[in-house]
């Protein structure tokens, strides 16, 4: 990669606040007449430009007209309606706004505004003439000068693959901030990429990115709607060449990954699933289809803390950006409370300054956004990631009367988009460390295996205060009796067919086993005589019932409940052999696992020392122990997460996967060695009395 460094005064801007902080508004200044707006303010974004004016007591609605000017203020077309302000379409009606879109970018126009009451139209207000932004970035400067084939059309045409990839390229090669990676193909092989963006440079390495709390945008999942990954692309060349010090500074303290098309064989043939049909958006959880499996794979990896989902929906009378959390009721309620305090504590709030309507997906009325595991905004919820759907609207309506023509429609709708990426930019820069508190406390909760489990069901999503149109909330799919399990088990148990046996659900000679499905999703495994043992003592407790229950809605395969083996109080020393599951347990004595055997412990006290040679797996969440842990030599995989421990802590000699140490608190030191891959926190830090050793020494 190479970067020219620019010196341009053509600045990014990108985020609002700058905006604000930087650019004036052009003014409407003359007296008024009775009932005649006041106070009209024009302020030029990112493909829109913010009205705002002075309220007129009474008035039920606004109607803005937009008029192509030349420089000397004659008008060079005609005037139009291009927008009619609700009071409902904000939070802060005592400060209307509009953000008009949809016009060529770099255009001068004029605007007006006036009110109506109860039908009735009042005089305009006095006019406002200003250029508007241009395409982002100097076209002499390297880089800046790069465009989509979507801008260079004016959105008469969208970006195809192969202009995509030719853009791609050219930031990675002209940018040191990007690094871009192919994380799998389609099923038709084409690349899905994904640009990688850190200043002065991205982290070399997925463990090094998770590091930095990572978001990341998914721009296009859906082939026949192509806003957001439009958005995408124009982003990507913002935070790979902007000069803007804000921006530079949330990019120097976090890493931002963008999908632009995960669906590239649905985009070319501009349809809703991919080559075999399939809507990937329902494929998540179960990742049939090898673009969710490169999606799931990435996030395991990369471990993103919060992120955006695009689509386009099609709603033509209420908000340009409806909004959604992830529901599914086995949700950490932390997972869930911080994505809504993003979209009605920040993109609300932030959407009435700047003239966006942004309201609840479901704010139509429609039968949408319930609690599908499938669907990304759940899944990723289930994975312990803060993130929202974005659904633009596909189409202008009484609100938008302008977009009868399919440019404009195409432009407002992705410079919606471009606005809302970079507000999630800003909030994930502001609020990163309630977001990583949230997510930590996410994994303890899942990893320690309480409460019950719900196959299919979402949360409420409460009506916004009157007269937002969260008024009319998303509808609620509260879960049946035989939807859920009152008591989950300690774990599932697989045969060696259900594991590893061949699967006919996926595209041909693309078909993936269960083995490797739940491998792509990260999760715990213990090989056991018998089969394969998968404990719910792990950080996607949430999602593991509902891919190998025998009750789950949409199963991958249907595993045996392995029930506890001890609760209650057990006074003396326990040696485990075969696989002993505890399940808020008393054990007062010492813990001894035997060769080739399995604990899993969730909750309870150990008042001994517990010490594993050899075992199989070894599994400690939201445990007591009164005295050291041992864990040497274990074949399988080794996790302990959300433990008070008073004594050292040693995991010596795994040979598994790298064993997970996360959340604990440990009175004592903290040593790992010779383990064949090292032990790894996923970004939840222990507390340590003592010194950490070793592979340990970050932990």
């Not at 508004?25 to 006041?38: D, G, H, M, S």
């Not at 016009?103 to 207000?125: E, H, K, M």
């Not at 390495?205 to 859906?222: K, R």
């Not at 696989?579 to 399995?598: N, S």
Request: charged share 15%; with cysteine; hydrophobic share 35%.
């Amino acid at each position: 990669m190479r970067y020219r460094r620019t010196t341009a005064g053509v600045f990014s801007a990108l985020l609002a606040v700058t905006l604000a902080a930087t650019a004036q508004p052009a003014r409407a200044t003359t007296a008024a007449e009775p009932n005649q707006v006041r106070g009209l303010t024009v302020l030029p974004g990112d493909g829109y430009a913010t009205l705002a004016w002075t309220p007129v007591d009474g008035a039920t609605d606004y109607q803005i007209e937009r008029t192509p000017v030349a420089e000397d203020g004659t008008a060079t077309g005609a005037s139009v309606i291009v927008g009619v302000w609700r009071p409902n379409r904000q939070i802060n009606n005592s400060a209307p706004t509009f953000a008009d879109a949809g016009f060529a970018p770099g255009n001068r126009f004029q605007w007006r505004v006036r009110a109506r009451l109860d039908g009735t139209t009042q005089p305009y207000s006095n006019p406002v003439s200003d250029i508007t932004r241009g395409h982002w970035g100097d076209p002499d400067v390297p880089g800046q000068g790069l465009r989509t084939q979507w801008e260079t059309t004016l959105g008469a045409q969208y970006t195809d693959d192969v202009n995509e990839y030719a853009y791609t390229a050219a930031i990675d090669e002209l940018s040191d901030r990007v690094r871009v990676v192919e994380i799998g193909r389609t099923v038709q092989d084409r690349p899905i990429n994904m640009f990688v963006i850190g200043h002065p440079t991205p982290p070399a390495t997925p463990e090094a990115v998770a590091a930095t709390n990572p978001l990341v945008v998914n721009c296009n999942v859906h082939g026949n709607e192509p806003g957001d990954r439009e958005a995408c692309l124009i982003m990507a060349r913002q935070l790979a060449f902007t000069d803007d010090p804000t921006t530079l500074g949330l990019l120097s303290r976090t890493t931002m990954l963008i999908v632009p098309t995960i669906n590239g064989d649905g985009r070319a043939a501009n349809s809703r699933g991919n080559s075999t049909g399939q809507d990937l958006n329902r494929d998540y959880s179960l990742i049939r289809q090898p673009e969710t499996q490169a999606f799931v794979e990435m996030v395991r990896d990369y471990r993103p803390i919060a992120s955006y989902d695009g689509h386009e929906y099609g709603n033509s009378n209420t908000g340009d950006l409806p909004m959604l959390p992830p529901r599914h009721q086995n949700v950490a309620q932390g997972i869930f409370d911080r994505s809504q305090h993003m979209i009605e504590g920040h993109m609300y709030t932030q959407g009435a300054r700047d003239g966006w309507w942004a309201c609840p997906y479901g704010c139509t009325g429609a039968n949408v956004g319930l609690g599908e595991e499938t669907i990304l905004r759940n899944t990723l919820g289930l994975k312990n990631v803060v993130n929202s759907l974005l659904e633009l609207r596909s189409s202008g309506g009484p609100t938008r009367p302008d977009e009868g023509n399919t440019a404009n429609n195409r432009r407002r709708k992705t410079y919606s988009a471009l606005w809302t990426f970079h507000q999630f930019l800003a909030y994930h820069g502001a609020n990163v460390g309630a977001i990583t508190a949230a997510r930590a406390e996410a994994i303890r909760f899942q990893s320690a295996n309480t409460g019950r489990i719900v196959f299919r069901g979402s949360r409420p999503i409460e009506a916004y205060p009157a007269p937002h149109p969260g008024d009319t909330p998303p509808p609620l799919d509260a879960p049946s009796a035989d939807q859920i399990l009152a008591q989950p088990p300690c774990a599932y148990q697989l045969t060696e067919e259900q594991y590893h046996g061949a699967r006919t659900d996926g595209p041909a000679g693309r078909q993936t086993t269960v083995a490797e499905r739940l491998a792509a999703h990260g999760w715990t495994v213990v090989k056991v005589a018998g089969g394969y043992l998968v404990p719910l003592s792990q950080p996607e407790r949430g999602l593991v019932p509902l891919l190998l229950d025998e009750q789950a809605a949409e199963g991958l395969v249907a595993g045996e409940r392995i029930a506890p083996t001890r609760t209650g109080t057990h006074n003396g020393p326990l040696t485990v052999t075969g696989v002993a599951c505890l399940a808020d347990a008393t054990v007062r004595g010492p813990v001894r696992v035997r060769p080739g055997a399995t604990l899993i412990v969730n909750g309870g006290s150990i008042n001994g020392p517990v010490d594993a040679a050899g075992a199989a797996g070894f599994v400690l969440t939201a445990g007591t122990v009164n005295g050291p842990v041992n864990v040497t030599g274990t074949t399988g995989p080794v996790l302990l997460v959300g433990n008070r421990i008073s004594g050292p802590v040693n995991v010596v000699n795994s040979a598994g996967v790298a064993p997970l140490l996360a959340g604990n608190s440990v009175n004592g030191p903290l040593g790992c060695t010779g383990n064949a891959a090292a032990p790894v926190n996923i970004e939840v830090a222990n507390a340590v009395s003592g010194p950490r050793f070793d592979q340990c020494a970050g932990l």
